[in-house]
């Protein structure tokens, strides 16, 4: 009996994944269950302007950030500039039952070093930063069917636990071709290992706790394009007007997946290794900015995915090599600016400091239901202060938004992000004069 039971307590855990649906709307204790499917909760480009602007930011210069979304923005540099981003994520998430759980992560959002090679037409940045990023954790409360061996009373408890994610490292630059116009070039490896838990846990102490561990690690090269060109004086003198877009080409990645599964007395009874490839879809940016002067400025950008057309030789959650689950991700942003006092250096801290707000829609490319998809709504600001050396910028930003729906098999998840960025800015690679 003890035998038959132990090898039930592993059917069940092996067929964990087919209650991935009941089990989303049962909340989660260490980030969105959301973060589960695919290959994790897609994180935006890293760009201080840009977050408090509603995420986007794609037509503005360079001159203050060196930013890779659109690498065509680094000939604008003027200065050497090395920006790092921490983050704070508050999260509440509910079910259709009325379960609420509320959780709290932090991070590293990512940094940038870009200096100019020709001051004002030629620039290049390195970057690290997030790509996808996975953590969960689902607690459900199951009853066997009964069975020869079996008890309809037998109870367990099923866990789904992950963490991990995706991360890119992009070089990139920016060269002005003419006065109006500039183009540029990224190049980016995107690697990460992506873990995933399930275990059941039993009341029957007949029975023992069972776990199978997935262990995804992912790695490849890919590129982007981008292009910026504006003009001045469009309504009124002094203002100017731009537009950039970007392109990142289809990224195959080369994954190896390991897969253990045992109790948790004798772990590793099984493993196995398992070799395939994923490949990430093309994406498409696009975004205006309007400058009127030195004060103001207004922006409006769209971001688009076809991850509808995501393969992989893999499955993973809400995907498989038969069919996909996933969705194109899509996302629509606005955002304004306000400097007080222009560039006068001479006024009070309060005049030269810029605040920033905007809003942002965005339907996700996972979902735990096929019929349902799941959209983000979002409001943003931020505040960028200045400090005691020239250039060097404080940016604080704050996001606050609702995330999916609390029925039927979904979670609604409402939340609020705090960012600190630090933007140096120094002169480099000067050649001093002779005296």
Same mark, same amino acid.
């Given at each position: ?212 561990? $997935? +262990? ?5 090269? *890919?590129? %982007? =394009?981008?292009?910026? @060109? &504006? #003009? ?44 395939? $490839? +994923? ?5 498409? *940016?696009? %975004? =205006?900015?309007?400058? @009127? &002067? #030195? ?45 007080? +006092? ?94």
């Amino acid at each position: 009996m003890i035998r038959l039971r132990s090898l039930a307590a592993i059917a069940v855990v092996l067929a964990l994944p087919c209650l991935t649906l009941a089990a989303a709307a049962q909340g989660t204790d260490q980030g969105s269950v959301y973060s589960r499917f695919g290959l994790g909760e897609r994180s935006l480009p890293f760009s201080p302007i840009g977050a408090a602007m509603g995420g986007g930011g794609f037509g503005l210069g360079g001159t203050s950030y060196a930013s890779l979304a659109n690498p065509a923005a680094l000939a604008d540099l003027s200065l050497t500039r090395a920006l790092v981003g921490f983050r704070l994520d508050l999260l509440e998430s509910s079910d259709a039952t009325g379960a609420v759980s509320q959780q709290t992560t932090g991070a590293l959002t990512g940094f940038s070093f870009g200096f100019p090679l020709y001051e004002g037409r030629w620039g290049v940045a390195v970057a690290l930063t997030p790509y996808t990023r996975s953590g969960y954790g689902v607690q459900l409360d199951r009853t066997f069917d009964a069975g020869q061996g079996i008890l309809a009373s037998d109870r367990y408890t099923a866990f789904f636990e992950g963490n991990g994610g995706l991360d890119r490292v992009s070089i990139g630059t920016g060269y002005r071709v003419h006065p109006n116009v500039s183009i540029g070039l990224r190049g980016d490896f995107t690697f990460g290992i992506i873990e995933d838990v399930q275990r059941a846990l039993f009341v029957d102490p007949h029975y023992e706790e069972v776990r199978v561990a $997935t +262990a995804t690690r992912l790695r490849g090269l *890919g590129a %982007g =394009f981008g292009i910026r @060109a &504006g #003009t001045a004086s469009v309504f009124r003198d002094g203002d100017y007007l731009s537009v950039g877009a970007f392109v990142d080409t289809p990224t195959r990645l080369d994954a190896e997946r390991i897969v253990t599964s045992g109790s948790s007395f004798e772990p590793d009874t099984l493993g196995t290794s398992m070799e395939g $490839t +994923a490949d990430l879809p093309v994406a498409t *940016g696009l %975004g =205006f900015a309007y400058q @009127a &002067g #030195t004060r103001f400025a207004l922006v409006a950008d769209a971001l688009y995915e076809p991850w509808s057309r995501f393969e992989s030789s893999l499955a993973f959650p809400g995907h498989s090599s038969a069919a996909s689950g996933m969705k194109d991700r899509s996302r629509v942003s606005g955002g304004v600016e306000f400097y007080p +006092a222009g560039r006068d250096l001479l006024a009070s801290l309060l005049k030269r400091t810029a605040y920033r707000l905007g809003a942002f829609v965005e339907q996700g490319y996972v979902t735990p239901d096929p019929d349902q998809t799941i959209r983000t709504l979002g409001l943003t600001a931020g505040l960028s202060f200045p400090t005691l050396f020239p250039g060097t910028r404080v940016d604080i930003n704050v996001e606050a938004g609702k995330r999916g729906t609390a029925s039927g098999l979904l979670v609604e998840d409402r939340y609020l992000k705090f960012g600190v960025n630090v933007n140096f800015a120094d002169r480099w690679f000067v050649r001093r004069p002779l005296n």
